[in-house]
């Protein structure tokens, strides 16, 4: 399974190396590289959820990874970068992180004396996901219980809608439980529904976010 996660790692970086593209990252249980934030990242939010990100990083590459004639380094470092990137997960600030678009520097390499790594200082920019306050989203059903039902939007999984912030919809057990209002219809398993972010709420220690969501306003509910 690790070999083909770096197989497929490898896929990604040779489509790296072409111009103007975006790579949606696999599992994020990839193992993590010696990667950090050096400093605090620059974003723009083009449209809420979704955040264009510029993040300047650091890559540390093993001394025998790296070619003499300096022809592999920016393989080297994709292929640490894309699964640093993976594994990050998210952060409180930016949300999670979904894409990595471009590797637009890669500074000059210096030995780090304790490891004998090679740490190189790159510039890259990328796509993270976060919900708001007050935006409307579409999350999909994976638990009902009768106080209410727990949704996915997108890498979040934790979008709570609880029972009071469903008017008209009432608990019923048939076969599998659901929610049901006077014109038959249903919130249960898989359901898509259309609901409005009432709070945020960040989970450093699973870095994780939690919300808290309804169906009190227009155009709101399953579809």
Not at 99 to 111: M, P, S, T
Not at 126 to 140: A, D, P
Not at 152 to 178: A, F, I, T, W
Request: glycine share 6%.
């Amino acid at each position: 399974l690790v070999s083909f996660r770096y197989r497929a790692l490898e896929q990604l970086v040779d489509t790296l190396e072409s111009e103007e593209l975006c790579v949606f990252l696999p599992d994020r249980s990839v193992v993590a590289s010696d990667l950090f934030f050096p400093v605090k990242p620059s974003y723009s939010v083009e449209r809420k959820m979704f955040i264009k990100v510029k993040l300047p990083w650091n890559v540390m590459i093993p001394a025998e990874a790296m070619d003499p004639n300096g022809l592999m380094i920016q393989r080297a470092v994709l292929i640490r970068l894309l699964d640093a990137f993976a594994s990050k997960k998210a952060t409180k600030d930016l949300g999670y992180f979904i894409a990595l678009k471009n590797l637009e520097e890669i500074g000059e390499g210096r030995i780090r004396e304790t490891t004998g790594q090679i740490v190189f200082p790159v510039v890259f920019s990328g796509i993270t996901f976060k919900m708001f306050k007050g935006e409307i989203v579409h999350g999909v059903v994976r638990q009902v219980h009768k106080s209410g039902v727990f949704l996915r939007c997108g890498p979040c999984e934790n979008v709570y809608l609880s029972q009071y912030k469903m008017p008209g919809y009432d608990y019923v057990v048939q076969g599998n439980p659901l929610f049901m209002n006077q014109n038959m219809s249903r919130i249960q398993i898989g359901s898509t529904v259309r609901v409005i972010v009432l709070d945020i709420q960040w989970k450093e220690a699973e870095k994780e976010f939690i919300a808290l969501a309804s169906l009190e306003g227009n155009n709101l509910g399953p579809f």
